[in-house]
């Protein structure tokens, strides 16, 4: 595997790989990779002749009182474990790579409506961090196939509405969450969980596991299941953010004619944040 930091070495790379008409498939990330991203590596293996990985901790989609400072940076273990999946190429880019003029100075990509609620609404201006860096990671490492996890399924919707509204003609993949034994879901922020908190976070998937046993059995008072999970989460250790029932397509507020739903959910235990969801069908 080749490691590059420049747009130059970057851009002469995948004009080659162009050259003999390889699919391109890349999995943005921001390092610390853990068996779900890896599991993303894999899938783009499995879609694509070539795979391209990026690491860059985005300073843009952190607010100023979250854990840019302190993001856990593992890079040698990285690199090591990239080479074992058989991914071709890292692009390691520095900070003045990618924001040339500053980070407050950049153009922004916006997806409007979708960027404000849930995870928008408790994070002002993540998601503007997030399109624009993976706007200009698309740019610069321009795949046909990009693999993104569902675990961030709201990053998931936000990427697919970018790439259609700004004709980016790029195939965007989803891979399943990938979980420990316990349940939890994947996350480089769980390396903050310590002690009693390790034996809480994985009660997050199981409450959303009662949920859907809840709304599978044929309730339909979605604010009523809402609250009642976000008590069992405080009850469990937590300090929730929210639980909230969405239409899986969009995460509007769904009706009862809605079928495809899906509950997504944050909570605090610790210095985690965590967050979760799962995909209901309901008749
Ligand atoms: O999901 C992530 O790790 C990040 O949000 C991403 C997509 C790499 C953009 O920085």
Not at 52 to 75: C, H, K, M, W
């Amino acid at each position: 595997m080749h490691t590059v930091t420049t747009e130059r070495q970057l851009r002469e790379q995948v004009r080659q790989w162009r050259e003999s008409a390889t699919p391109l498939a890349f999995v943005p990330t921001m390092g610390n990779l853990h068996a779900g991203h890896l599991q993303l590596v894999r899938h783009a293996s499995s879609v694509a002749g070539r795979v391209v990985v990026s690491i860059f901790v985005n300073p843009l989609q952190f607010g100023p009182r979250e854990d840019f400072a302190s993001y856990p940076v593992t890079l040698e273990a990285d690199q090591a474990a990239l080479v074992q999946e058989g991914a071709d190429l890292l692009f390691l880019p520095s900070l003045a790579e990618i924001y040339p003029h500053g980070t407050g100075a950049t153009t922004v990509v916006e997806v409007p409506g979708l960027n404000a609620m849930l995870e928008g609404e408790h994070r002002p201006g993540h998601f503007n961090g997030v399109t624009t860096v993976v706007a200009k990671l698309f740019n610069l490492v321009q795949p046909d196939i990009a693999v993104f996890g569902e675990k961030d399924y709201q990053q998931l919707l936000l990427i697919r509405r970018m790439v259609a509204d700004l004709c980016m003609p790029i195939r965007i993949d989803s891979v399943a969450t990938v979980r420990e034994p316990s349940g939890l879901a994947m996350s480089s922020r769980n390396s903050y969980l310590a002690g009693a908190d390790r034996a809480i976070a994985p009660q997050l998937y199981q409450t959303l596991l009662d949920v859907q046993r809840v709304l599978e059995g044929g309730e339909r008072d979605y604010a009523g299941v809402e609250q009642a999970a976000m008590q069992q989460l405080a009850e469990a250790g937590f300090q929730p953010e929210y639980v909230s029932v969405r239409r899986q397509a969009d995460l509007a507020l769904p009706g009862l004619a809605d079928g495809q739903l899906i509950v997504l959910a944050a909570a605090v235990v610790g210095r985690a944040r965590l967050i979760d969801n799962i995909s209901i069908s309901v008749a």
